[in-house]
């Protein structure tokens, strides 16, 4: 089975419903002319097949999007779609971003146009970047003269978000002047924020967030900066106490932010005293958040049972400012073995003796504007 077609079958099931033959009963034989009718229903093209002019429809749900795309959205073309220039007219019916997708079984590749035929792009099967659009905008899609089968899905995507919902994605057009964007935080959490910029040629991202005080908006973290060419976008990671938040976009009016948002509400379940230390057990995790206002150092424990491998301890830190600072003792002993420090985003490791007993591990903050995750892990070395 050819790749067009092996993208196209979600769009042929959803077709069949429209072109189901109905039976006459296991003993009642179909006539010579009902079998004629049959034999040239199988040629019949669906309508939504060869179009040459289609229309992108604004979603703002990706259930919505997908019942479209299977029930005749995504549009199907073959070697009799013969219009002037072999080019499909693109609609567009409501503003947004447009996002459009193309696949051709083609050695040459599809290129699309604006309403002036202007090259937008050369090749439709690598377009990745939205376009900002105006419901009556024009657009072309010209396949290549040896074309024998070729796909195209077109959107058009809500923009111009106002709150951050959890879990999920939003997409915000530059203004050249900054734009916000509430969330609420009822419990203390975890909070990911990834932001990518969809345009290459957009220039760069600014993200940063708020915490209204005495109502006053201040600052919590760092201002982050998010490369045009970062395509998978930044992870900006927070610990945050219960309160009012606003995420800050900052870009060109060429630029257009994907933002996700994740809240995970987190437990205050640690421990500030050496003799009530948390016990992590063997190829086990423990973690947590610290938020601005939490200060104090809290404590861990490991216990090594078998010394046939050596046993060690794996940090790391999910923050968008500061650090952690992890400490290992052993019981018994006031000198500490080691001491690391985690600042960036790469992991470090802390070997334990290659002795029997229990370590406790002192975990503190580095800088007062430290917020956010780190971790323990506990297994072998």
């Given at each position: 089975?050819?790749?067009i077609?092996?993208?196209?079958?979600?769009?042929?099931?959803?077709?069949?419903?429209?072109?189901?033959?109905?039976?006459?009963?296991?003993?009642?034989?179909?006539?010579?002319?009902?079998?004629?009718?049959?034999?040239?229903?199988?040629?019949?093209?669906?309508?939504?097949?060869?179009?040459?002019?289609?229309?992108?429809?604004?979603?703002?749900s990706?259930?919505?999007?997908?019942?479209?795309?299977l029930?005749?959205?995504?549009?199907?073309?073959?070697?009799?779609?013969?219009?002037?220039?072999?080019?499909?007219?693109?609609?567009?019916?409501?503003?947004?971003?447009?996002?459009?997708?193309?696949?051709?079984?083609?050695?040459?590749?599809?290129?699309?146009?604006?309403?002036?035929?202007?090259?937008?792009?050369?090749?439709?099967?690598?377009?990745?970047?939205?376009?900002?659009?105006?419901?009556?905008?024009?657009?072309?899609?010209?396949?290549?003269?040896?074309?024998?089968?070729?796909?195209?899905?077109?959107?058009v995507?809500?923009?111009?978000?106002?709150?951050?919902?959890?879990?999920?994605?939003?997409?915000?057009?530059?203004?050249?002047?900054?734009?916000?964007?509430?969330?609420?935080?009822?419990?203390?959490?975890?909070?990911?924020?990834?932001?990518?910029?969809?345009?290459?040629?957009?220039?760069?991202?600014?993200?940063?967030?708020?915490?209204?005080?005495?109502?006053?908006?201040?600052?919590?973290?760092k201002?982050?900066?998010?490369?045009?060419?970062?395509?998978?976008?930044?992870?900006?990671?927070?610990?945050?106490?219960?309160?009012?938040?606003?995420l800050?976009?900052?870009?060109?009016?060429?630029?257009?932010?994907?933002?996700?948002?994740?809240?995970?509400?987190?437990?205050?379940?640690?421990?500030?005293?050496?003799?009530?230390?948390?016990?992590?057990?063997?190829?086990?995790?423990?973690?947590?958040?610290?938020?601005?206002?939490?200060?104090?150092?809290?404590?861990?424990?490991?216990?090594?049972?078998?010394?046939?491998?050596?046993?060690?301890?794996?940090?790391?830190r999910?923050?968008e400012?500061?650090?952690?600072?992890?400490?290992?003792?052993?019981k018994?002993?006031?000198?500490?073995?080691?001491?690391?420090?985690?600042?960036?985003?790469?992991?470090?490791?802390?070997?334990?003796?290659?002795?029997?007993?229990?370590?406790?591990i002192?975990?503190?903050?580095?800088?007062?504007?430290?917020?956010?995750?780190?971790?323990?892990?506990?297994?072998?070395?």
């Open positions: 089975m050819k790749k077609w092996k993208k196209a079958i979600c769009m042929f099931l959803s077709m069949c419903l429209g072109f189901s033959i109905i039976g006459y009963g296991s003993n009642v034989q179909a006539s010579d002319k009902q079998k004629e009718i049959r034999k040239a229903a199988k040629n019949i093209e669906p309508e939504e097949w060869n179009q040459e002019e289609i229309k992108a429809y604004q979603f703002d990706e259930e919505e999007l997908v019942q479209y795309m029930t005749g959205g995504m549009k199907y073309y073959n070697k009799k779609f013969q219009p002037a220039n072999k080019m499909v007219k693109l609609v567009i019916a409501d503003e947004g971003i447009l996002f459009l997708e193309g696949s051709c079984e083609s050695k040459s590749n599809m290129i699309l146009y604006d309403a002036q035929k202007r090259k937008v792009s050369h090749n439709l099967d690598e377009y990745i970047h939205p376009v900002k659009v105006k419901k009556g905008d024009i657009f072309y899609i010209k396949f290549p003269k040896n074309m024998e089968e070729a796909l195209i899905q077109a959107y995507w809500k923009s111009n978000f106002s709150n951050l919902k959890n879990r999920e994605e939003e997409f915000q057009e530059g203004k050249g002047t900054p734009t916000y964007h509430g969330f609420n935080i009822k419990r203390r959490s975890f909070v990911e924020i990834n932001i990518a910029p969809l345009s290459s040629k957009g220039g760069t991202i600014y993200a940063f967030i708020q915490k209204k005080e005495h109502g006053t908006w201040t600052l919590v973290g201002t982050n900066s998010i490369n045009q060419k970062a395509k998978k976008g930044k992870g900006c990671f927070y610990g945050l106490e219960k309160g009012s938040y606003r800050v976009l900052k870009s060109s009016v060429s630029q257009v932010a994907k933002v996700g948002y994740d809240r995970t509400s987190v437990k205050k379940s640690v421990a500030y005293k050496k003799s009530k230390a948390k016990n992590i057990k063997f190829k086990d995790i423990k973690e947590n958040i610290y938020t601005t206002k939490e200060k104090a150092s809290r404590w861990y424990k490991v216990s090594v049972k078998s010394v046939k491998k050596q046993k060690c301890l794996e940090l790391f999910a923050a400012d500061g650090g952690f600072k992890f400490t290992v003792y052993q018994g002993k006031k000198k500490a073995l080691e001491t690391k420090s985690v600042m960036g985003n790469k992991d470090k490791k802390i070997y334990l003796p290659k002795r029997k007993g229990t370590y406790y002192k975990v503190s903050k580095i800088g007062k504007r430290t917020n956010g995750a780190y971790g323990i892990y506990f297994g072998n070395k």
